[in-house]
């Protein structure tokens, strides 16, 4: 086999085991396929706007080629021309490359004629070698170029030479590649001038470099194509980035990784991106933690938001919104924080103490009516209550400040305790000023001889001092803090304290003033050290950090009183009819009897009155 026959062997079979890698459909079937795909909306599609994306592509149908025929002449325009003499005429052609052209007076031209001629002549095989090294020469240079029109013209001219030679039908399927990889080009180019880059119905460049692609990966137009569609992906996906959507970002590299995962710009794109995510993870972080803060919940929701875009840790996601929901309902603070407000004076005002969120049974199903039936209470809302009962030295802050007269003061008496006689009588010129037994008190003991509208005038006073809403606690949250989690008879148990926990009744206490009194009904073997009021916060803490709730002194609150809990707030609110005369005092105090220290006890008394063994606390809303 000669070298020119091997040379034709080589490009037949490379063009053939091309073709069939390719996988090759029926090249029967026509071109209306591939038409009825090229009909391109010229509406315009932003990028911006993500459609849905399909990366699925039809089989590549590949453009079927009428019969390419081979060269026809006029011999007779040769005349009567010898042999010899069209040999002569061919070698002049060789010589001056007159291959193929031009028309009539071409190699291929006289070789015809001269087979017509003298089909036995012995220069024809080697005219024949020399066209046939043309031709391929011409093939590779019309492949490279796309040249659909000059594969035909070779084809035409291989039919002319030697119609049965394999090379043909390898052609023929090359030239159904380049045709349709010519048209593929044009309509993505097309499409990429009108912006269609992805589209819903898959009419679009992405899908049009996707079939060029599969026809024919090496083919250069396929490659110019496809590097066009993955640039324009790869500037919106770095455009999405800087405008802080990522997820659109990443959707668009994917995008461009499914036409050439290994293309390095994509890599480089998405570190970029990784950069500019993280940039923007962190400062996020910082903004949320601001406006954390200055509780600022709507910023603080809209940071989360962005940082559930860009994939933040669950964990730490849960974290952030529960410090949302914390902010939203304690403010600035947590359960059981100790904080206090200035006057405007600057002066410090009671210790206030966070209260936690929970539920309770409240009342008493054993107890008198007034205490039934029993209901659930649900505590959701943050609020603070004063560490201790109010102080003589805290009303007193308030008394120089408003120049306010008490009930007391205007009905020129109160109830104090008598020591010779151990009652409780009345007595004139007793006011705020003075203790237990009509002494003037000490600052640090509870305020006593306070009445309902007294303790409310003080709450309106601390609101107006620090511009929030304190108030006297509601009976259900007062029982809410004296139970403290318990569900007991009394805070601490069923009996008799274990320890000295509160200033109560025990039949241990004694009087200095006089030796002879003692409790008949107080707790056995308890002695706390104090007959009439404890100075505050003198005994152990509760489980919500609140001193004296159960003793010391009995606590106003704001409710009206009610003869039984039927038609009660269940939301832990104020129980309050309009101009009731009636309000609710909880709590026991340093001379009560066992049952009134229970958590469901409650008492019934005029809004005016007062008494040695009756002080208040406060509570403030943190929201």
């Given at each position: 086999?000669?070298a020119?026959?091997?040379?034709?062997?080589?490009?037949?079979?490379?063009l053939?085991?091309?073709?069939?890698k390719?996988?090759?459909p029926?090249?029967?079937v026509m071109?209306?396929?591939?038409?009825?795909?090229?009909?391109?909306s010229?509406?315009?599609?932003?990028n911006?706007?993500k459609p849905?994306f399909?990366?699925?592509?039809?089989?590549?149908?590949l453009?079927?080629i009428?019969?390419?025929p081979?060269?026809t002449f006029?011999?007779?325009k040769?005349?009567?021309l010898?042999?010899?003499?069209?040999?002569?005429?061919?070698n002049?052609?060789?010589?001056?490359?007159r291959?193929?052209?031009?028309?009539?007076?071409n190699?291929l031209?006289?070789l015809v004629?001269?087979?017509t001629?003298?089909?036995?002549n012995?220069n024809?095989?080697?005219?024949?070698n020399i066209l046939i090294?043309e031709?391929?020469?011409?093939t590779l240079?019309?492949?490279?170029?796309?040249?659909e029109?000059?594969?035909k013209?070779?084809?035409?001219?291989y039919?002319t030479l030697?119609s049965s030679?394999?090379v043909i039908?390898a052609?023929?399927?090359?030239l159904?590649t380049?045709?349709t990889?010519?048209?593929?080009?044009d309509k993505?180019?097309?499409?990429i001038?009108?912006?269609i880059?992805?589209?819903?119905?898959?009419?679009?460049?992405w899908h049009t470099?996707?079939l060029s692609l599969?026809?024919?990966?090496e083919n250069?137009?396929?490659?110019?194509?496809?590097?066009k569609v993955?640039?324009?992906?790869?500037?919106d996906a770095l455009r999405a980035a800087?405008?802080?959507?990522?997820?659109?970002?990443?959707n668009?590299?994917?995008e461009?990784?499914l036409?050439s995962?290994d293309?390095l710009t994509?890599?480089?794109?998405?570190?970029?991106?990784?950069?500019?995510?993280?940039?923007?993870?962190i400062?996020?972080?910082s903004?949320l933690?601001?406006?954390?803060?200055k509780?600022n919940i709507?910023?603080?929701?809209?940071?989360i938001?962005?940082l559930?875009?860009l994939?933040i840790d669950?964990?730490?996601l849960l974290?952030?919104?529960n410090?949302?929901?914390?902010i939203e309902?304690?403010?600035?603070y947590?359960?059981?924080?100790?904080f206090?407000?200035?006057s405007?004076?600057?002066e410090k005002?009671p210790?206030?103490v966070?209260?936690?969120l929970g539920?309770y049974?409240r009342?008493?199903?054993?107890?008198p009516?007034?205490?039934?039936?029993?209901?659930?209470?649900?505590?959701n809302y943050?609020?603070?209550?004063s560490?201790?009962e109010i102080s003589v030295a805290?009303?007193?802050?308030?008394?120089?400040?408003?120049?306010y007269?008490?009930?007391?003061r205007?009905?020129r008496?109160s109830r104090?305790?008598?020591l010779?006689?151990?009652r409780i009588?009345?007595?004139n010129?007793i006011?705020?000023?003075?203790?237990?037994?009509g002494?003037?008190?000490?600052?640090?003991?509870p305020?006593?001889?306070?009445s309902?509208?007294?303790a409310?005038?003080y709450?309106?006073w601390?609101s107006?001092?620090t511009?929030?809403?304190?108030?006297?606690l509601?009976?259900?949250?007062?029982e809410y803090?004296l139970?403290?989690?318990t569900?007991t008879?009394?805070?601490?148990?069923?009996?008799?304290?274990?320890?000295i926990?509160?200033?109560?009744?025990?039949k241990?206490?004694?009087?200095?003033?006089?030796?002879r009194?003692?409790?008949?009904?107080?707790f056995?073997?308890?002695?706390?050290?104090?007959?009439g009021?404890?100075p505050?916060?003198?005994?152990i803490?509760?489980?919500?950090?609140?001193?004296?709730?159960?003793?010391?002194?009995m606590?106003?609150?704001?409710?009206c009183w009610?003869?039984?809990?039927?038609?009660a707030p269940i939301?832990?609110s104020?129980?309050?009819n309009?101009g009731?005369?009636?309000?609710?005092?909880?709590g026991?105090s340093w001379?009560s009897s066992?049952?009134?220290?229970?958590?469901?006890?409650?008492?019934?008394?005029?809004?005016?009155?007062t008494?040695?063994?009756?002080?208040f606390?406060?509570?403030v809303d943190?929201k």
């Amino acid at each position: 086999m000669s070298a020119k026959e091997i040379i034709v062997l080589l490009i037949g079979l490379f063009l053939i085991g091309f073709l069939y890698k390719m996988k090759f459909p029926d090249e029967n079937v026509m071109t209306e396929q591939i038409e009825s795909t090229s009909q391109i909306s010229t509406t315009p599609v932003k990028n911006q706007q993500k459609p849905d994306f399909n990366p699925k592509t039809n089989s590549p149908i590949l453009d079927s080629i009428l019969d390419v025929p081979a060269w026809t002449f006029d011999i007779s325009k040769l005349g009567e021309l010898t042999a010899d003499e069209i040999i002569k005429s061919i070698n002049q052609s060789i010589e001056d490359k007159r291959f193929f052209s031009p028309e009539n007076d071409n190699t291929l031209f006289y070789l015809v004629n001269l087979k017509t001629l003298d089909e036995s002549n012995s220069n024809i095989e080697e005219f024949t070698n020399i066209l046939i090294n043309e031709l391929e020469n011409q093939t590779l240079l019309a492949i490279a170029d796309h040249d659909e029109e000059g594969l035909k013209s070779i084809i035409s001219q291989y039919k002319t030479l030697d119609s049965s030679n394999n090379v043909i039908q390898a052609l023929s399927k090359k030239l159904s590649t380049v045709s349709t990889i010519n048209k593929l080009y044009d309509k993505g180019l097309k499409q990429i001038s009108n912006e269609i880059i992805i589209s819903e119905d898959s009419n679009d460049a992405w899908h049009t470099a996707k079939l060029s692609l599969d026809i024919d990966s090496e083919n250069s137009k396929t490659k110019d194509l496809v590097s066009k569609v993955i640039s324009i992906l790869i500037n919106d996906a770095l455009r999405a980035a800087e405008e802080i959507d990522f997820q659109l970002a990443l959707n668009y590299i994917e995008e461009a990784e499914l036409l050439s995962p290994d293309e390095l710009t994509i890599d480089f794109s998405k570190n970029k991106i990784f950069e500019l995510k993280q940039q923007r993870y962190i400062w996020l972080e910082s903004q949320l933690s601001i406006a954390l803060r200055k509780l600022n919940i709507d910023r603080s929701n809209r940071m989360i938001s962005q940082l559930e875009d860009l994939g933040i840790d669950e964990a730490e996601l849960l974290s952030y919104k529960n410090e949302i929901k914390r902010i939203e309902v304690f403010g600035p603070y947590n359960e059981f924080d100790l904080f206090n407000d200035e006057s405007n004076n600057s002066e410090k005002l009671p210790n206030m103490v966070v209260m936690p969120l929970g539920q309770y049974i409240r009342g008493n199903r054993n107890g008198p009516k007034h205490e039934k039936p029993e209901h659930l209470v649900r505590i959701n809302y943050g609020f603070a209550v004063s560490q201790n009962e109010i102080s003589v030295a805290d009303f007193k802050l308030f008394i120089q400040s408003t120049d306010y007269k008490t009930d007391a003061r205007i009905a020129r008496s109160s109830r104090i305790y008598d020591l010779r006689t151990g009652r409780i009588k009345n007595k004139n010129r007793i006011t705020w000023e003075h203790d237990y037994i009509g002494d003037l008190a000490d600052d640090d003991l509870p305020v006593i001889h306070v009445s309902w509208n007294d303790a409310v005038a003080y709450t309106n006073w601390l609101s107006e001092q620090t511009g929030k809403n304190y108030r006297l606690l509601s009976e259900s949250e007062f029982e809410y803090i004296l139970r403290a989690g318990t569900q007991t008879l009394y805070p601490w148990g069923d009996g008799t304290p274990v320890q000295i926990t509160e200033n109560l009744t025990g039949k241990l206490d004694r009087t200095k003033l006089n030796s002879r009194i003692r409790w008949k009904k107080g707790f056995e073997k308890y002695n706390d050290k104090h007959w009439g009021p404890a100075p505050i916060g003198s005994f152990i803490s509760n489980q919500f950090k609140l001193n004296d709730t159960a003793g010391n002194v009995m606590e106003w609150v704001m409710d009206c009183w009610h003869d039984s809990y039927a038609r009660a707030p269940i939301d832990g609110s104020a129980w309050v009819n309009k101009g009731c005369d009636n309000h609710v005092i909880r709590g026991g105090s340093w001379s009560s009897s066992k049952n009134e220290y229970s958590s469901s006890h409650r008492f019934i008394a005029k809004a005016d009155y007062t008494d040695a063994r009756l002080g208040f606390r406060v509570a403030v809303d943190l929201k």
